[in-house]
Each structure stands twice: as structure tokens, then as C-alpha cells.
């Protein structure tokens, strides 16, 4: 693969020192040497905060490549600082550490990030809820955030099944994550070896959110019912940000998605 | 003069008294062919997970190691009694060294108190514990390299690995997808590092098997 994409947003004028004055929760130093610590401290804040357990190793995860981003292709080493609010946690990693102290040549250096596909930030994209890259002179910022639950007690996970139409509706209320994927692929895997030639709704309108692992587990389940050539899948109702974080992450093509179960009923039961 | 053979061990079955009786007379017969044969010496290997079935039992393992010893002494045998750390105890583990004259740990490729990453005999492969990054990039080169070089289908013990990082998924992952035709990589994963080998597209590819304790 030649092409680079190559992400620098220069004279932008929001670089590291222009953010809303609120004092971060956490401001860390790293090198190669602190990884380990810095993942450790990362987690304990993400926990904290209120990100459930799959959600605090997909924010561990971001973080993590972020750093060793700057650690290998910036100035070797960085600072993190994470803040959080009320509905998301967000973490930028500064390339170089972008202080008074150091702002020689690395920081010019790192002022031109080169985001290859081999170098994390693809998967930061695909685990996260917002991701950016900004470079100006001072350096290079990259952030990441990782949206909160809502404070009232979420819907308990559930899963219901119904046929219409020779089709089967699958209806997800909740969090599809690391303690329910499980539970959401079994349930699949029983539709699909049940029935050759499976038409499948996925009734997302009670679906509040996903992490890392209920995201593998929706592209396993499309994988599945792949191999069926005569099976299909559509994804209804799916909420608008979620959708959008389907495409963000690049993964939006390998679904077929439909507005309402009418629609997906429509489009799996009409000839052709 | 070296001469390799592989022999068919005695097969342990429903017989408990007679199990351990028949393998030292297999190992003594072994020995006079040797001798007659004119070879200066033999070398067994044994793996030893027969213990773990449940018609003979770790219970007759420190019977057979002191008859294993004591046929030994004096002889130009060495035999080599491989015990696979995850499946046996650390007890049983301490009790049957005292029989061993010397004791070799699995080819270990890294250890330290964050990462362990070693050889899986059974089933063939190699084992990650811990946690992993891209700094530790150079022993799991070299642990897949040998692995590759089994026979036959490898596995990835991930199951106690906490944290892998996307450089390191992404070597596990290239190297299962050199594999030649018809050879299979199985990912043994727990369900909180499966999602990244998902996201790297490892859920759909030929020669390799996602598991994990979610699946059934």
C-alpha cells in the first residue's frame, strides 16, 4: 500500500495549549519505558469515571496506540491528559510533549504525523466515539473520547425473538458489549444453524450502546451469515449515533441497513 | 552413531493396577533392544498428560517416577518426562521433581513480571500470558516462527493475556495468514481481547480459527 493519508491540520490555531480551561483530570508524562504504567493509570481513571469494563480496555486500547504512536514515529515521547465530564471521557495524547521546555527540532518533527494504516490509529478509529489528529507548529494532538452511560440505571440487556413473514425479527434492548456479545452471538448462531437460507431482522431501536466487543460481535454475526449464501441480515432501526460511528469507523458497507423493521421486511421478503 | 525411532508407547487403559507395570516393562524391553542393538545409549521422551485422564490418575504418577528412577540408575538411559504447566498442578509439579535429576522449564521465549510468552505442547503452539505490546515484538516473532515450524494446526494460547496491542494482534494475525493451505491457526482468545482480532478481520479469514470461551 503506497498511499498514505496523511492528517495535519496546520495554523489551525487549536493546538494543545488552546482548550477549555478546565484542568485535566489526569497530566502524564510517558516514554517507550512507562506504557505499562501509563495503560494502568489510564484504566483506573476510565473505571472511575463510569465506563463499563469493555469500555475502559477499548479506552486503554485508543490510548495506548496513541502513545506508542508518538513513542515510535513522533518524538519518543508524549504527554496524556484526560478529562472528564459529565457524559464523555476524552483523552488527547501530545506528541513530544509539546512544553516550553522541549521545543527544538523534535516538535518540528512531530509536526508531520504520518497516520499509516499499520500505526494504530485505524484501530483508535474503529474503538472509539470521536477521534482527531492536530498538528500545528507547537506539535501534534491526537484525542479521543469515549461517551458515558446515562446516570439513570440502563435498560437490562434483552433479547427477543419474533417471525413475520418468513422472516425472523431479533430485537436487542440495551448495551451490546463485553458482557453480552456472548449471549447475542449464541442467539444468532442458534437462528442461523436452525434455519438454512435464515432471513434476519436486527431490531436496534432499543440498542443504547455498543463497545469494542458488541461491535465484533455484529461484524462475526454478518460474517456468519455470509457464509450462507442464501442468508441474509439487514440492521434496522440502528440509533442515528450509533450509525454514525458505524461509519466513522469504516464499517458502515459491510451491513445493509434499513430505517424501520417494515423496510427490512420489505427488502428481504421482495423478489431479487 | 544416532538412530531416532519412533516407537508406540504403551496405551494406558481401563486397567489402573496395571498401567504403571506396563510401562516400566515396555521402557525395560526398550533398553535390552538398545543394548543389543549396540547403540551406547537411549533417550525417551514421554509426555506425561496421561496422568490427567481419569481411569489412571496423578495419584500413580510418584509410583511411576521412582520405577522410571530406579530402572534407570547406573544405565546410559535418559528419559524425559515433559509435564505441561497449565494442565497440572504445582503440587503434583513439586512432588514429581524430586524424581527428575534435573529439570528444564518449556522453551520460554520472554518472562518477566508483566509477560510470559512459552511453548504450548498440548495442543501444539505457544502461550502468551499477560500483557503485550509492540516492545515485545521480537520474542513473539520468534516464538511464531518456531511454532510455525510444527506440523499440522498451531494454536495461540491467549487465554490469560490481558492486554495486546494492535501491532502485536496484527503480527499474530500476518503470521496465521503466511500459513500454507489446508493449515490452520486457532486463536484461543478471552472475550476481551477477541474484539480486536474481529476488528483487524481475523473473524473471516481462511486458515484461521477465532475461539473463545463466549463461543460454543
Known sequence: MTDRARMEVAGSGQGAAARDGEPPALDQAFDGDSLFALRATVAAHGSRAGLSEGRTRDLVLAVHELAANAVRHGAGQGRLRLWTAPDRVRCEVIDGGADAESPGAEAADAALWHVEPGHGLWLVRRIADGASVQSDPSGTVAAVSFRLGTPRRPAPFRLDRRAEGGCTILTVTGQLDLGSSGEFGAAVGELIAAAPGLRLVLDMSALTWWDSSGLAALITAQQRISHDRSARMIVACLPGPLAGRLREAGLASQFTLADSTAAALTALTSPG | ?216
Open chain 2, 1 to 216: 552413531m544416532i538412530g531416532v525411532r519412533q516407537v508406540p508407547g504403551p496405551r494406558y487403559g481401563l486397567d489402573r493396577s496395571a498401567d504403571h507395570g506396563r510401562a516400566m516393562g515396555w521402557l525395560t524391553a526398550q533398553m535390552a533392544a538398545c543394548r543389543q542393538e549396540g547403540f551406547p545409549g537411549l533417550r525417551v521422551a514421554v509426555d506425561m498428560s496421561w496422568a490427567l485422564r481419569p481411569v489412571t490418575g496423578v495419584e500413580q504418577l510418584p509410583e511411576f517416577e521412582e520405577g522410571v528412577a530406579a530402572a534407570l540408575a547406573g544405565s546410559t538411559v535418559s528419559v524425559l518426562c515433559q509435564y505441561d504447566r497449565e494442565r497440572f498442578d504445582p503440587v503434583t509439579l513439586a512432588t514429581v521433581s524430586a524424581f527428575h535429576t534435573r529439570s528444564v522449564a518449556a522453551a520460554t521465549y520472554h518472562a518477566d513480571a508483566t509477560l510470559r510468552i512459552c511453548r504450548q505442547y498440548a495442543p501444539p503452539g505457544i502461550r502468551l500470558a499477560g500483557e503485550i505490546d509492540y516492545q515485545h515484538a521480537e520474542p513473539l516473532a520468534l516464538a511464531l516462527t518456531e511454532a510455525i515450524r510444527f506440523d499440522g494446526d498451531i494454536t495461540v494460547n491467549m487465554t490469560a493475556l490481558a492486554f495486546i496491542d494492535g501491532s502485536c494482534a496484527r503480527m499474530i494475525v500476518d503470521a496465521a495468514r503466511g500459513l500454507a493451505e489446508g493449515r490452520t491457526v486457532v486463536l484461543h482468545c478471552n472475550p476481551g481481547i477477541k474484539a480486536t482480532f474481529v476488528l483487524l478481520g481475523a473473524g473471516d479469514m481462511a486458515g484461521v480459527k477465532l475461539v473463545s470461551e463466549h463461543d460454543r
